[in-house]
């Protein structure tokens, strides 16, 4: 039977990424499977929101983000969407979230991989996790 319906996805990376800085750095990219199967179709979908979990933050206050098709970072899918402040935890002021609303239309072009680009306002932090709510 074929799918009917809107399905509400989840992709989530769990690879901590250390000394996050001021610049988007390829050497800093995080990679997004958005299927969880080896189907390497391509994705077409309404990215919803990002969820960006970080630690050891340091003199940052502020993070900013964007997603591309490209492990290069030139085929820009969501535009960077500047300075949202870091959450940081009531008991632990060096853990903390951000939360970005994205509400676009989005996909990736050859496969179903798509790739998130942070940069912090200052200093650096660690990006613990991420978690990109999806529908198709």
């Given at each position: 039977?074929?799918?009917?319906?809107?399905?509400?996805?989840?992709?989530?990376?769990?690879?901590?990424?250390?000394?996050?800085?001021?610049?988007?750095?390829?050497?800093?990219?995080?990679?997004?499977?958005?299927?969880?199967?080896?189907?390497?179709?391509?994705?077409?979908?309404?990215f919803d929101r990002l969820y960006v979990y970080v630690s050891s933050i340091s003199s940052a206050a502020a993070l900013s983000m964007k997603i591309t098709n490209d492990a290069d970072g030139d085929d820009v899918i969501i535009a960077e969407i500047p300075g949202k402040v870091i959450e940081t935890g009531i008991t632990t002021a060096t853990e903390g979230s951000v939360i970005f609303d994205l509400d676009h239309q989005a996909w990736s072009d050859t496969d179903d991989t798509v790739y998130l680009w942070i940069k912090c306002n200052n200093g650096t932090v660690t990006v613990d996790t991420t978690r990109l709510i999806w529908s198709e």
């Amino acid at each position: 039977m074929a799918k009917v319906g809107t399905f509400i996805n989840y992709v989530d990376n769990a690879a901590a990424v250390a000394a996050v800085g001021t610049a988007y750095a390829s050497a800093k990219r995080i990679t997004l499977k958005m299927l969880n199967s080896s189907d390497a179709r391509s994705v077409d979908g309404y990215f919803d929101r990002l969820y960006v979990y970080v630690s050891s933050i340091s003199s940052a206050a502020a993070l900013s983000m964007k997603i591309t098709n490209d492990a290069d970072g030139d085929d820009v899918i969501i535009a960077e969407i500047p300075g949202k402040v870091i959450e940081t935890g009531i008991t632990t002021a060096t853990e903390g979230s951000v939360i970005f609303d994205l509400d676009h239309q989005a996909w990736s072009d050859t496969d179903d991989t798509v790739y998130l680009w942070i940069k912090c306002n200052n200093g650096t932090v660690t990006v613990d996790t991420t978690r990109l709510i999806w529908s198709e």
